[in-house]
Nanobody, 116 residues
Framework: QVQLVESGGGLVQAGGSLRLSCAAS????????MGWYRQAPRKQRELVAA???????NYADSVKGRFTISRDNAKNTLYLQMNSLKPEDTAVYYC??????????WGQGTQVTVSS
């Protein structure tokens, strides 16, 4: 099992920045990919960005050039630097960890609200 705890959400004006963190504990050595997902009201959960253990990254088109995902394997922590935030980025952001066996784990989520 893996436990994931997110932090760093909050309220920010459009154009501002936030950095989300996700601290992982448990069977860390089994994790391959870690990522950030988000879910806005009345919408499906969507992938924001992901990074493999080897460092390969993947971003949603809507955040390319504005968000940066990074992973500190020594600290077992995942980050999401979010710049040039837009009101449409408002959502609950969830941290995800996927084992090499494809088993998935989720954090409790952190609210990001961008005011116009």
């Amino acid at each position: 099992q893996v436990q994931l705890v997110e932090s760093g959400g909050g309220l920010v004006q459009a154009g501002g920045s936030l950095r989300l963190s996700c601290a992982a504990s448990g069977f860390i050595f089994k994790i391959n990919t870690m990522g950030w997902y988000r879910q806005a009201p009345r919408k499906q959960r969507e992938l924001v960005a992901a990074v493999t253990r080897g460092g390969s990254t993947n971003y949603a088109d809507s955040v390319k050039g504005r968000f940066t995902i990074s992973r500190d394997n020594a600290k077992n922590t995942l980050y999401l630097q979010m710049n040039s935030l837009k009101p449409e980025d408002t959502a609950v952001y969830y941290c995800n960890a996927e084992f090499f066996t494809r088993e998935n784990f989720w954090g409790q989520g952190t609210q990001v609200t961008v005011s116009s």
